[in-house]
């Protein structure tokens, strides 16, 4: 399967403790971007990498939240200590930047991994 | 604040018929919009884009419609199949993504 693939797809923890997703973008695209979809809402942008590079971050994206993607190919987002307001599903998606000047290029996503927190 | 929004949280359409799913924007400088399908359990699915110098893309079975004086797009599904069951989302691409709300549309038998 050439997708973006993410990995758990579900995750249940208890309040206060950590985790950790990771996501595997199409292995072409230097872009990968991380949102969060709560229940009946459409998805929300958390932060992106242009290749190794963090680019942007959401003012949702809290001090307890951490991403990285330290070899430019997969990436990681980390959740710290844990809320019961964390629980969603965290998705994830990548896109190639043709070094356009101005254009965005279509993204794809994965298929998410949702978190339960008790 | 949200840029896009949807008019309806759901749609109960019979099957064969043509579905349309309406959605206003807010921002006359917004210049490219997506639609998306989600199904239960997966992401987002791209369906169709465009961009404000058109007013109109089709693709197979779905056309969008954009009308910048009244700042509203809309998704218009032909002969409207089980398999279009899902959430639809109207998003604006602005190197990260704005998504609406979503209107789920159900399909009757």
């Known amino acids: 399967d050439t997708g973006v693939s993410q990995d758990p797809r579900h995750k249940i923890t208890k309040r206060g403790q950590n985790v950790t997703f990771r996501c595997d973008p199409i292995?072409?695209?230097?872009?990968l971007y991380w949102y969060r979809q709560t229940l009946g809402q459409g998805p929300e942008f958390l932060t992106y990498?242009?290749?190794?590079?963090?680019?942007?971050k959401s003012r949702l994206l809290s001090d307890r939240f951490s991403a990285e993607r330290p070899k430019g190919s997969f990436s990681t987002l980390e959740i710290q200590r844990t809320e019961q307001g964390d629980s969603a599903m965290y998705l994830c998606?990548?896109?190639?930047?043709?070094?356009?000047?101005?254009?965005?290029?279509?993204?794809?996503f994965g298929p998410g991994t949702r978190l339960t927190v008790l | 604040g949200e840029s896009v929004g949807l008019h309806l949280p759901t749609l109960s359409v019979q099957e064969g018929d043509n579905s349309i799913i309406n959605c206003a924007y807010s921002?006359?400088?917004?210049?490219?919009f997506i639609w998306y399908k989600q199904e239960s359990g997966k992401g987002p699915q791209f369906i169709i884009d465009?961009?404000?110098?058109?007013d109109k893309r089709q693709g197979q079975r779905v056309t969008v419609l954009l009308n910048k004086t009244v700042k509203h797009l809309s998704l218009q599904i032909a002969a409207t199949q089980p398999g279009d069951s899902a959430v639809y989302f109207c998003?604006?691409?602005?190197?990260?993504?704005?998504f609406g709300k979503g209107t789920r549309l159900h399909i009757l038998p």
């Open positions: 998003a604006e691409n602005k190197g990260k993504i704005i």
């Open positions: 921002n006359s400088a917004s210049d490219y």
């Open positions: 465009i961009r404000s110098n058109m």
């Open positions: 998606a990548s896109s190639q930047r043709f070094g356009l000047a101005r254009g965005y290029n279509e993204q794809f």
């Open positions: 990498f242009q290749n190794e590079a963090q680019l942007e």
């Open positions: 292995s072409e695209h230097n872009r």
